[in-house]
């Protein structure tokens, strides 16, 4: 293990003794462009643990989408490993790869991509029945983590009658339906002012914490950063500790 995964370690939320779920060794990613090859990422090492938030905070154009995708399995490294509770990922089918990333990893982005014409609790219910969880256990489970996130009193509403932060909360619930081992956040908080930021993110780590999820959320809002269990930013195409 390299140095800065060792760090990482020391600093986890976890013990010790127990395996990261996601752990980038030595991974590289570069994009041809006219003139050459543009590197992104050259040799990172990145490792996260069950219960463990770690913020993202690498300024725009350093490598965070690319680093997002590549521990998301939407992209494959160029070189390196990407292991996602153990399993190494990098040479695996499209299908397997896709296989994984449907039921070990959830994603929340900035904008919350609702299915508009269903309600809330309908948009957390289909990505499970999408997985072939009955419609009654998916009910079930959607009316309880929406209920977790304070949205018991609006789950029968459509996207358009919820404000900003709820709607954030809803995305956040369907990330986590089909119980994923990692989450992987992309600005959840960025379109939202200041106290509804405050509420989306209080909510977020809570069920991390409560769900022992392994979370890597990127954020420019330092004072949310500053609250997370670990920082990390991308310098010279390696992730390093804040």
């Given at each position: 293990m390299s140095e800065q995964v060792e760090r990482?370690?020391?600093?986890?939320?976890?013990?010790?003794?127990?395996?990261?779920?996601?752990?980038?060794?030595?991974?590289?990613?570069?994009?041809?462009?006219a003139g050459g090859a543009l590197e992104i990422l050259k040799g990172a090492d990145f490792a996260v643990w069950p219960g463990e938030s770690v913020a993202l905070i690498a300024p725009s154009g350093t490598g965070k989408s690319t680093l997002l995708h590549v521990a998301g399995l939407?992209?494959?490294?160029?070189?390196?490993?990407?292991?996602?509770?153990?399993?190494?990922?990098?040479?695996?089918?499209?299908?397997?790869?896709?296989?994984?990333?449907?039921?070990e990893i959830g994603f929340v982005y900035q904008f919350h991509h609702l299915l508009p014409e269903f309600s809330a609790l309908e948009n957390v219910v289909l990505p499970q029945m999408i997985r072939g969880l009955g419609q009654k256990e998916?009910?079930?489970?959607?009316?309880?983590?929406?209920?977790?996130l304070g949205l018991a009193e609006r789950v029968s509403h459509r996207p358009a009658e919820l404000s900003g932060g709820e709607q954030q909360r809803v995305a956040i619930a369907r990330a986590?339906?089909?119980?994923?081992?990692?989450?992987?956040?992309?600005?959840?908080?960025?379109?939202?002012?200041?106290?509804?930021?405050?509420?989306?993110?209080?909510?977020?780590?809570?069920?991390?914490?409560?769900?022992?999820?392994?979370?890597?959320?990127?954020?420019?809002?330092?004072?949310?950063?500053?609250?997370?269990?670990?920082?990390?930013?991308?310098?010279?195409?390696?992730?390093?500790?804040?």
């Open positions: 990482g370690v020391a600093g986890a939320a976890a013990s010790a003794e127990e395996p990261p779920v996601l752990w980038l060794k030595a991974v590289e990613r570069r994009y041809k462009q939407l992209e494959a490294p160029d070189a390196g490993e990407v292991y996602i509770g153990g399993t190494a990922t990098s040479k695996l089918a499209d299908k397997d790869r896709t296989r994984i990333r449907r039921l998916a009910r079930t489970r959607a009316a309880e983590l929406l209920g977790y986590v339906a089909n119980a994923p081992r990692i989450l992987m956040a992309d600005e959840p908080t960025g379109n939202l002012d200041p106290k509804t930021a405050d509420h989306v993110f209080q909510a977020l780590t809570q069920l991390v914490r409560a769900s022992r999820l392994a979370a890597v959320i990127a954020t420019h809002n330092m004072d949310l950063a500053a609250r997370m269990d670990r920082r990390v930013t991308i310098r010279d195409g390696l992730i390093v500790e804040v």
